[in-house]
């Protein structure tokens, strides 16, 4: 870990500006992520702004009959809140299924949306990585790699990474928008659907966010009802990334909504293949994960993804 | 003393404080955060500095530059010691690789420069700086490749009748091949030591080792000095599993930097370097074949295994059980050591054993089905009381049998579902598997010192407590010898000034070192008969009984001090077979769709001589139990074909088993004793609890789905394509 100096921001645009002025300068919130990563020199920012105490930890109702969600309400408290249990169960069952307890009580929700991929050379700074070194070429691609976990789509030939998260794959079916502050001090409103980037040539470009940019909400739209679920398969019960998880919503007349999670670099989610629901979880991911390029290790993440929406369909 | 016959009823066939269930007397010093473990014990010299290895970032090769300057500059830094700068140290017996020293690279990670520095974030951060060049070499690590080079070639370890001949005339046979993938112990205190060797003369070594002896004469041949310069003191370990049987970078590196700058230095490896820095269990790949006739009786078995190691090591010998475990006329065994360039392959918990059956015991629940037979009768079948390949050496005791009905019985086994894939709640498909152990017995010399005074009992021995509950039975075992309360005896582990034990591994502990505290404490009573002119006194509730006259211990005047230890003669070996046996019983639950299997329950019934505390004992074969379960579901060590090395060097990508994955579990113990084994009838139970336990739960995920798994870990991939439509 590099030497860093540090400081406190109470304000959301106080913050962002500071990010702005200051060279090599990053949030810091929860610190579950960022520190791991800090240790192993995987991230080497030499200031920290902590955002914890900028006042952006309360779940309210917005206007629209919708919920604001905090940038810093943990994921423990955002998991536990009525309206979120009662409303969109599908977020709590997600976040329910991550991490631990513990690591559940200091990781926040914007801290959630931008921890960054677990892939194994990534976490290796002797190894080729093109989002951790641009240019540097990706170990993950190598003959003979371990890809057992990495992505299956929307992945590139730089970069075959996924984003970790589950609670982001809730937030996706939900049609969640990401409000900011950006260093000027401007409010801005991004879609999730627009929030991540696809690797491309620029795998070390993850979001839309500008330098310096804060994320200062969630929000969610108004209730859509239906029966809402999330599967996450892992190899041991608890306290593993998601091979493969999907998230559900269901409405009484077979419509409905999936996002997959563990098999691309964003949380997944395809219109037209929900527009498929009704005929059945083949149907769906046909059209989901059309256009896959798995490795010899993960393809089986295909047949699972399919497998566990058809389990999702028939418990129902 | 010398135990060189079997024993006869002694003391502790009349046991009242041995073979009983005492809580662990290390208890509150552990839950109250007061067990002195290596890194954290500031307390023993002053002017502690921190250091921080650095690790070779290829896997084969040379380094041909260290640029250091700037790790030497940063803040707080004391010094930089490089492996360019040293002369390559000496190898100690049971180690491969070289720690440290010159310019040759033989695994990824190995250590190849110290940074000492104030604080322990400054000692991180300037390791970071160092600038290294390679000349890279191609590197192989494909053990599939290796296996097809080696199959088929090579002298037997056993061969015993005509094996293929009785292939041809058997009326049953079994030919399948089975991987097992490399283990990382993944104990939960890391590697660590403080070393002050700040004078460069006499060196003290605060570190977690399982072998205090070992380590010593290890550090002392790296170093080329007299051991007698070297002091090592272990009292608590996190653990250890065989990975701290021998000495490795930690002590090292703390030595050397410590001699560099001349104060103390302590380091702990870090979690991400320790995997591929120290050593591992080596991955298998087995070929079994097995040969019945019709009624169920094996007639032969052949049993080709390879695993990897680093030039002159060991690997993993899965055939090891092999030879012994079941009957048959004919019999061949083989175990090629294929060379390759991962770290260094070695001991881990049950060495051998536990790849071994993870393969023997499937194919034994396949040739079942093959024959009709339930698994449990066919393993019955095909028992033996003498060594089967060389049946004028009977078993010392074995009551494999016994294992298997009581668990059958216990288990509920006849109730259970014989139809693969015919049983299913819910979502999911309900399987029942059984599997068999076996775990090799051996003693080790084992040595203590026992000082009375006042009525107080001190034992002293260089023996370690590696989580295992060696100061409460240590303690059960002398206060049991002096006929003392266990409060008024204390034990004192884990240095090298006190008499040299057996050590902690290969399940010889315990039944060693109690052997080793009882040979001690009879040469005491023998002090203190003489001393009190008594012939054969008793010790009995605190006093010394004889001539008619009782005289309580605490008021004997003065200090008694008696060393001695248990030499166990040739007899065991020579005369006999010795080993441990047990039953695993699993019910697991495939998810029909995902193909997730979890365990439901889980039930070990052992035979290994008399138990000598059931709360320690059965804490062993519960952790034994977890950790078959982490192998047989989700453990894998990844090898990264290209780059030569495991790359999943965390504890967030190599996945043990959680609580959540482990449900009930029960075990029984065989009240069985060993009197060939040691004077107090016992033997290990440290080992015996992993053998079989991933056999257990591959056979059950067959009886759950119908689908045979041959490669662990039995992860969802190896069966999602065969599992039926949702
Ligand atoms: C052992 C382990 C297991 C885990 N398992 C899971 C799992 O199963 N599923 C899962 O989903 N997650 C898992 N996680 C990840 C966990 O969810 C994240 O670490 C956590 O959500 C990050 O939140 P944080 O507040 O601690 O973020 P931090 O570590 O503080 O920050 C993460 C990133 O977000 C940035 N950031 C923080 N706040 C803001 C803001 N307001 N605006 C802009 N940028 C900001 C930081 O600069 C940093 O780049 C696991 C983590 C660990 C350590
Ligand atoms: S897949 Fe992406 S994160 Fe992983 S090594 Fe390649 S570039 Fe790096």
């Known amino acids: 870990m590099r030497a860093f100096s540090f400081e406190r921001a109470s304000e959301p645009a106080q913050a962002a500006a500071r990010a702005a002025e200051v060279p090599g300068a990053k949030f810091i919130a929860g610190g579950t992520n960022l520190l791991d990563l800090m240790k192993l020199e995987i991230e080497t920012p030499v200031h920290l702004i902590d955002v914890s105490a900028t006042g952006l930890d309360r779940i309210s109702s917005t206007a629209g009959g919708g919920l604001r969600i905090g940038a810093m309400v943990t994921n423990t408290d955002l998991a536990a809140d009525a309206t979120v249990r009662r409303d969109y169960g599908v977020l709590t069952r997600a976040l329910m299924a991550g991490a631990s307890g513990q690591l559940r009580n200091k990781a926040t929700t914007a801290g959630n949306l931008l921890q960054r991929t677990r892939c194994p050379y990534f976490y290796d700074t002797a190894m080729p990585c093109n989002k951790r070194v641009p240019g540097a070429g990706c170990a993950a691609l190598g003959k003979g790699a371990f890809s057992r976990q990495l992505g299956i789509i929307g992945t590139s030939d730089t970069c075959i990474a996924t984003h970790p998260s589950d609670m982001a794959v809730a937030l996706r079916v939900l049609d969640a928008e990401v409000e900011t502050t950006t260093p000027s001090g401007a409010s801005r409103t991004i879609p999730l659907d627009e929030f991540y980037r696809l690797p491309g040539d620029t795998p070390e470009i993850e979001t839309a966010l500008m330098p310096g940019e804060i994320i200062t909400a969630v929000t969610l ?25 999907v998230a559900l919503i269901e409405r009484e007349d077979g419509t409905g909504r999936v996002a997959l999670g563990g098999v691309a670099p964003e949380p997944w989610r395809r219109p037209q293949a929900e527009a498929a629901l009704p005929d059945g979880a083949n149907a769906v991911m046909s059209r989901l994960l059309d256009g896959a390029t798995p490795t010899e290790e993960n393809a089986f993440k295909i047949t699972l993804a399919e497998r566990t929406l058809a389990a999702m369909l028939a418990e129902g | 003393m010398d135990f060189n016959q079997p024993a006869d009823q002694n003391l502790f066939d009349r046991a009242t404080v041995v073979g009983k269930p005492h809580a662990r007397v290390d208890g509150v010093l552990k839950v109250t955060g007061k067990a002195p473990y290596a890194y954290e014990r500031h307390d023993v010299v002053a002017g502690q500095l921190y250091g921080y290895p650095v690790g070779a970032a290829i896997a084969k090769g040379r380094i041909t530059g260290i640029d250091a300057s700037a790790a030497r500059s940063a803040p707080g830094v004391r010094g930089v010691v490089t492996t360019l700068e040293i002369e390559p140290l000496g190898i100690w017996d049971y180690n491969v690789a070289r720690l440290f020293g010159g310019d040759v690279v033989e695994h990824y990670q190995q250590a190849i420069a110290v940074v000492v520095a104030e604080s322990f974030e400054q000692a991180r951060a300037a390791a970071a700086l160092l600038e290294v060049s390679y000349d890279r070499d191609k590197v192989d690590v494909d053990l599939e490749a290796g296996w097809e080079r080696v199959r088929g070639t090579g002298e037997p370890s056993t061969l015993v009748g005509d094996v293929d001949a009785a292939f041809q005339s058997a009326a049953v046979t079994l030919d399948e091949i089975y991987h097992t993938p490399s283990h990382t112990h993944a104990m939960m205190e890391p590697h660590a030591s403080i070393v002050d060797w700040s004078d460069g003369d006499q060196m003290t070594v605060w570190t977690s080792s399982q072998m205090i002896e070992w380590n010593r004469q290890a550090l002392a041949t790296n170093f080329g000095i007299d051991p007698d310069r070297i002091r090592v003191e272990s009292p608590f370990i996190g653990g250890g599993f065989g990975g701290k049987l021998w000495l490795r970078a930690d002590a090292v590196l703390a030595a050397i930097g410590s001699r560099a700058v001349g104060a103390p230095v302590k380091m702990a490896l870090p979690r991400p370097f320790m995997i591929n820095n120290t050593t591992h269990r080596s991955a298998t790949i087995q070929r079994i074949r097995l040969a019945a006739d019709a009624d169920g009786k094996l007639t032969a078995i052949d049993h080709e295994a390879a695993s990897h190691t680093l030039p002159g090591g060991r690997g993993e010998n899965a055939t090891a059980q092999t030879p012994f475990f079941y009957a048959a006329a004919n019999r061949r065994v083989i175990h090629h050591l294929v060379e390759m360039h991962l770290p260094e392959a070695s001991d881990m918990r049950a060495p051998g054993e536990t790849s071994g059956l993870m393969a023997l015991e499937i194919a034994m629940d396949e040739m079942a089905e093959k024959l009709g037979m339930d698994p449990v009768e066919f393993r019955i079948r095909n028992d033996t009381q003498v060594n089967p390949s060389d049946p004028a050496i009977p078993f010392s005791e074995r009551h494999y049998v016994e294992c298997l009905r009581e668990g059958a019985n216990r288990f509920g086994w006849s109730d259970r579902n014989t139809t693969p894939g015919g049983r299913r709640e819910g979502m999911w498909l309900i399987g ?21 005074s006042n009525g107080r009992l001190v034992i002293e021995t260089d023996m370690t407590d590696i989580g295992t509950g060696s100061y409460t039975i240590l303690t059960q075992t002398a ?40 040979a001690a404490c009879v040469a005491l009573r023998e002090k203190i008969g003489e001393r009190l002119g008594l012939q054969n006194p008793e010790f009995r509730d605190g006093n010394v009984i004889g001539n008619g006259e009782v005289t309580p211990l605490s008021e004997i005047a003065g200090e008694f001090s008696a060393e001695d230890s248990m030499n166990f003669g040739e007899f065991q070996s020579k005369d006999y077979l010795m080993a441990t046996f047990g ?78 994955d482990i449900p009930h579990q029960e075990v029984i113990f065989l009240d069985t004793l060993d009197n060939v084994a040691t004077p107090l009838k016992s033997k290990g139970v440290g080992e015996l609890g992993l053998c079989g336990v991933a056999a257990a739960i591959a056979n059950a995920a067959y009886n759950a789905t119908g689908i045979r798994v041959r490669q662990y870990p039995l992860t969802l991939d190896r069966m999602i394509d065969q599992l039926p439509e949702v």
């Not at chain 2, 029942?432 to 009375?452: E, M, P």
């Open chain 2, 479 to 518: 206060a049991e010898t002096m006929g003392l309360p266990m409060g008024r005896v204390e034990v004192r582990l884990g240095n090298s000034a006190w008499p040299v034990s057996s050590g902690s591994g290969g399940q010889f502990g315990a039944s060693s070192s109690t052997a080793g505290v009882y």
């Open chain 1, 221 to 245: 739209p108004p209730p859509i009802g239906g029966r809402q679920s999330y599967h996450k398969v892992r190899d041991r019960a608890s306290y593993a990334f998601a091979l493969v998880s």
């Open chain 2, 583 to 660: 039953a695993h019983f699993v019910e697991v639950g495939v998810h029909v769709a995902t193909g997730e299997t979890r365990v439901r329950r889980m039930l070990a019934v052992c035979d290994a001589g008399r138990i000598l505390n059931p709360i320690t004992a059965r804490s062993q074969v519960i952790g034994g139990m977890v950790m078959g379960t982490g192998g047989a579901l989700s453990e894998e060590l990844a090898v990264d074909l290209e780059h030569g090395f495991f790359a999943n060097h965390d504890l967030a990508s190599y996945e043990v088993a959680v609580h959540a």
């Open chain 2, 432 to 452: 029942h598997g059984v599997a068999g152990a076996y775990r090799g017995h051996l003693n080790l010399k084992s040595g203590a010192r026992a000082t009375l």
